[in-house]
């Protein structure tokens, strides 16, 4: 099985925290589509003829595309790669663009679960970070999603965030929780270099909450969800049972994806290749038939601990005999040996040969994957 991401690098406006990319350039659209449809024609192979299960499309702001634009990317998926296979078709939205109109047009194409950015309920804090909706549209652009048919709707908060205040996060999980939402993904607020929010950072006009406050923030989250029925499935992400995103856990599994549009990536169990990131240049690189992207060539050790960074996050954790089986006797057993202080310590146990983080251990991830991953030295070596 394979997944297809595609980059929609539309927005109105540029939230000052984001640093994925993405244009306000809106009249370059229609062109835009055209090029990734024939992307995604020309890229065909790239698959190895495996069943697309998964589709998703992210952002930018794909809501900011038209029916029209929509029918033609989806009569391109259905023409070279079909969709009878597809059991998970995602579209990223902002609530201010989810009416009643937007929502019953998505309901009659091929998606059937919506991903949609709130990140607060908290008026004056998403003005801050230039979001364009309110929480009033936020929770009654998920009623309309529900009026629309859709019963796989995804929210995603950010916590950590300028001002924060334990009542302030509670709160916004408490509202999560009363819209229901099969999914939800939190993400403690991160600082990239070159943001607007980093610069007011830098220039003392916000201020960073402290790590005992982030402790207690992800604290709330995981005692709130899971309360309410939510399975932690991800360090990040919560779900009602068996409603996981099937996508993002392709990744976190080593499935192969295909990535189009500009910055998109693409992996195929080998190698990783990415897409200029600028909507001009990516536009004239297909037009003229040379897409401009670059390529890593991932040997044995990269993989094993592109492996442990992400399975590690996961609740089902590292296969110990995916581990040997891929990776070599060796390699498995420099994972178990570096395991073997926090198997004793409780913060990772290993159960039906599975390796993976207690809640102990999710409280110090960063370092125990750190720890696991490979490092040549005197005592271990590492062959493709």
Excluded at 39 to 59: D, H, M, N, P, S
Excluded at 217 to 244: K, R, V, W
Aim: charged share 25%; glycine share 6%.
């Amino acid at each position: 099985m394979a997944g297809i991401y595609i980059h929609i690098p539309f927005c109105k406006t540029r939230c000052i925290y984001c640093d994925f990319y993405s244009t306000t350039r809106s009249e370059l659209k229609s062109q835009y589509i055209r090029a990734l449809c024939r992307e995604l024609t020309e890229r065909k192979e790239y698959l190895k003829g495996e069943a697309v299960e998964t589709i998703y499309f992210g952002g930018g702001t794909p809501s900011q595309l038209s029916e029209e634009d929509f029918r033609q990317v989806f009569g391109t998926i259905e023409q070279v790669y079909g969709l009878e296979h597809a059991k998970e078709i995602t579209l990223e939205a902002n609530p201010d663009d989810l009416t009643d109109e937007y929502t019953g047009m998505l309901s009659a194409l091929p998606f059937n679960r919506i991903s949609m950015g709130i990140q607060t309920f908290d008026d004056a804090t998403l003005q801050l970070l230039n979001r364009r909706h309110n929480a009033t549209q936020a929770i009654k652009a998920v009623e309309r999603c529900r009026r629309a048919g859709f019963r796989n709707i995804s929210i995603d908060l950010i916590y950590g965030l300028p001002g924060e205040t334990n009542e302030r996060w509670k709160q916004d999980l408490q509202q999560a929780v009363s819209l229901h939402a099969e999914h939800i993904s939190a993400y403690h607020l991160t600082y990239e270099e070159g943001t607007p929010i980093h610069d007011m950072l830098l220039s003392h006009r916000i201020r960073e909450v402290d790590e005992e406050s982030s402790a207690l923030f992800f604290s709330d989250l995981t005692d709130t969800l899971t309360a309410a029925g939510y399975e932690h499935y991800e360090i990040s992400n919560f779900c009602q049972p068996g409603m996981y995103s099937r996508h993002n856990t392709s990744y976190w599994r080593g499935i192969p994806y295909l990535g189009c549009g500009p910055s998109a990536h693409s992996f195929n169990t080998l190698t990783r290749e990415w897409n200029t990131a600028s909507l001009e240049k990516y536009i004239s690189s297909i037009e003229e038939g040379h897409r401009e992207f670059e390529t890593e060539y991932l040997d044995t050790a990269t993989r094993y601990n592109e492996c442990i960074m992400t399975a590690l996050r996961t609740m089902w954790g590292v296969p110990m005999q995916y581990v040997e089986q891929t990776f070599g006797p060796e390699l498995r057993q420099y994972c178990t040996d570096m395991a073997r202080p926090y198997l004793q310590s409780g913060k990772l146990e290993l159960k039906d040969n599975h390796l993976r983080l207690t809640r102990e251990g999710i409280f110090v991830s960063d370092g125990i994957i750190s720890d696991l991953m490979f490092i040549e030295d005197l005592h271990y070596s590492c062959r493709q």
